[in-house]
């Protein structure tokens, strides 16, 4: 499962890059994996310590949302001003869109995984800092942001999945139109220009299916996490009234 979701999220994967690099603060220093002092060292950053191996360079980052505690709704209103929320940390050698993990696997070079974890975690962040700023409590747009991402990302792998079939039957036809077109480039052409057919005509077919699933499965998340029943003791009061035990 775990590959299958991390080769179907790959259009919603560039998105995120693409995403994280334009929020991207220049000013920021960086924590990566090559930063830190040799294997097995943890690293100390604003809010959290960083183990080894840890794919991100976030330096305000958290090591995690609230577990024990989520609040009810409440009652929402008009976006206000609210302090951003800081992104999450992922787990050591470990792929985290939302609540959805996927093992980093050993061909993907680090700086790689740093920047898609990264671009993941801001965005998670943003979406969690909008719910804050409509009147949910932290621990509530936390759960709703997690579910958002991790349901599109399945989504969007199911999508992809579903596709493939379709896809891989206008692959060879992308192949022949490639090298035609490759013809007066040889002979470079006569390489170049079938693969590159064939992978046009493949993304063209699955992207559809895969936004379409991840568009889906983003929905299905948010309204999993604004419905889910409230539980716990308020973190912030430890003589506090459980909710819903």
């Given amino acids: ?21 334009a929020n991207a603060d220049p000013t920021q220093a960086a924590v990566t994996q090559s ?3 040799a294997p097995g060292v943890d690293t100390v950053v604003a809010d959290a310590v960083v183990p080894a191996n840890t794919r991100s360079s976030l330096q305000n980052a958290r090591s995690g949302p609230e577990q024990d505690y989520l609040s009810p709704v409440g009652t929402l209103h008009a976006p ?7 992104p999450i940390l992922p787990p050591p050698g470990q792929f985290r869109f939302g609540d959805q993990l996927v093992p980093v696997p050993d061909f993907v070079p680090v700086d790689a995984s740093i920047q898609i974890n990264d671009a993941s975690a801001r965005t998670e962040a943003d979406l969690a800092t909008f ?15 997690a579910e958002t991402i991790g349901s599109a990302v399945r989504g969007a792998a199911i999508g992809n999945t579903l596709a493939s079939p379709i896809a891989m039957l206008g692959a060879p036809l992308g192949a022949v139109a490639g090298l035609v077109a490759g013809i007066p480039l040889l002979p470079v052409g006569l390489v170049a220009g079938p693969i590159l057919g064939a992978a046009v005509a493949y993304m063209a077919v699955s992207l559809p299916f895969t936004a379409v699933g991840a568009g ?17 003791e308020t973190p912030a009061d430890s003589e506090g009234v459980l909710v819903d035990a």
């Fill in 216 to 232: 889906i499965g983003a929905a299905v998340g948010a309204a999993s996490g604004f419905l889910a029943p409230a539980h716990g």
């Fill in 1 to 21: 499962m775990g590959s299958v979701v991390a080769a179907g999220a790959v259009p919603l994967i560039m998105a995120l890059v693409g995403t994280g690099t």
């Fill in 35 to 37: 930063d830190q002092a």
């Fill in 80 to 86: 206000t001003a609210v302090t951003p929320v800081a």
């Fill in 131 to 145: 719910l804050d700023s409509v009147g949910l409590e932290r621990s509530r747009s936390d759960r709703i942001a």
